[in-house]
C-alpha cells in the first residue's frame, strides 16, 4: 500500500497524513486532526514511545514495518475503524485502558475534572470519600479513576452490557483495583438497593435521534447503546435523575456528562438550578447536582 520510493518515517507520516485528509476521515476518538491521529498511529506501529516522534523522523523502515504500518493505515482509510480499536488501547490524561468494540471510545470531560481536583470544593479532600458509583461504566475507566483519585473509596460500576464489563474488568485488574471496585451488570440503579454514596458519576448515553441519524461512520463501530437516547437525548439522564436521590448520602453529589446538550436539559429541567462545570476542554458537558437538589 505505501509506494515505494517513500522511504523514511517522515516521508510516510506526510503520506499518511495526505491520504487521511482525501480520505475525508473523521476524528473524535482522541486525536483532532489528521496529523496527529496518523503519528499516533505509526508511533504504535513501530513500538515506540507515543511522545517521542522527533527523534526518529529520518530512520528508514524496514519492508516488515512498511507492511504492518500499510495494514493498519489501510483499516483505518478503508474500514472508517477508529483508531483505537485498531491499537486496542486509549488513553484519559495519562491513563491507558484497553478497549475494543464491546465498548465505546473513552472520551470524558468526567476525567478531566477528577484529574484537576475540580471535585474538592464540593466534597472535601480526597480522603472524605468512602463510597463512589460509576454509572454506565462501559470500559471502566471513570471507575479506575474513581479508585486512583479516592484512595479510600468503595467504588460500585454499573453497565447493563455483560461485555462492557467483561472489558472494564480486564481495565479494573491492570490497574490492580479488583479489592475496591465491584462491577455490577443491571439497569442503572437495579441492583443497588440500600447503597449510598458519596459521589456518583455518569458519562450516560445522551446522542438525539437526530444526531444518530447524522454520526459519521466511525461512529458506527460503536454499540449503538451506548450512544442513542431518545429523541432528545434525555432518555437515561431523566431516569438517573429521578432515583439519584435514594442513593446518594445527606451531602452527596451526583455528576453528569451531556456533551453538548445543556440546553436541552435546562429547557427539560426548569425547576432544578443545575451548576455547569468547565473543563479544560469545554464548559456546559457536565452538570453537577448536590443531593438537596433532588430531594
Not at 513501530?46 to 514495518?65: K, M, N, S, V, W
Not at 463510597?131 to 474513581?146: F, H, K, P, Q
Not at 450516560?204 to 454499540?223: D, F, G, I, N, S
Not at 453529589?253 to 456533551?259: D, F, K, M, T
Amino acid at each position: 500500500m505505501i509506494p515505494a520510493e517513500l522511504l523514511t518515517l517522515r516521508d510516510v507520516l506526510r503520506w499518511a497524513v495526505s491520504r487521511f485528509n482525501e480520505a475525508g476521515l473523521f476524528f473524535g476518538h482522541g486525536s483532532q486532526s489528521a496529523y496527529d491521529e496518523a503519528a499516533y498511529l505509526l508511533l504504535h506501529a513501530l513500538h515506540l514511545p507515543l511522545d517521542r516522534l522527533e527523534p526518529f523522523l529520518d530512520a528508514r523502515l524496514t519492508a516488515a514495518e512498511r507492511e504492518a504500518i500499510g495494514t493498519l493505515l489501510g483499516r483505518r482509510i478503508e474500514e472508517r475503524i477508529p483508531a483505537a480499536y485498531l491499537t486496542h488501547e486509549a488513553w484519559l490524561g495519562d491513563c491507558r485502558f484497553y478497549v475494543d468494540e464491546r465498548v465505546i471510545v473513552p472520551r470524558s470531560h468526567i476525567a478531566e475534572l477528577l484529574s484537576d481536583g475540580t471535585f474538592e470544593p464540593w466534597l472535601g479532600d480526597a480522603e472524605s470519600v468512602g463510597d463512589a458509583l460509576d454509572l454506565c461504566t462501559g470500559s471502566g475507566c471513570l471507575a479506575v479513576l474513581l479508585g486512583l483519585t479516592f484512595p479510600q473509596a468503595r467504588v460500585d460500576a454499573v453497565d447493563l452490557s455483560a461485555d462492557a464489563l467483561a472489558v472494564a474488568a480486564r481495565n479494573v485488574a491492570d490497574y490492580g483495583l479488583e479489592d475496591r471496585i465491584r462491577l455490577v451488570c443491571a439497569d442503572l440503579f437495579a441492583g443497588l438497593e440500600g447503597r449510598r454514596y458519596d459521589l456518583i458519576v455518569s458519562n450516560p448515553p445522551y446522542v438525539t435521534a437526530e444526531a444518530m441519524r447524522a454520526l459519521p461512520a466511525e461512529y458506527r463501530h460503536e454499540p449503538e447503546m451506548a450512544l442513542a437516547a431518545g429523541e432528545d437525548g434525555l432518555d437515561i439522564v431523566r431516569r438517573i435523575l429521578a432515583a439519584a436521590p435514594r442513593h446518594l448520602k445527606p451531602d452527596g453529589i451526583l455528576a453528569v456528562e451531556v456533551g453538548g446538550n445543556r440546553a436541552i436539559v435546562d429547557n427539560a429541567f426548569p425547576e432544578i438550578a443545575f451548576s455547569w462545570i468547565e473543563s479544560a476542554s469545554g464548559e456546559g458537558a457536565v452538570f453537577l447536582l448536590q443531593r438537596e437538589q433532588l430531594a
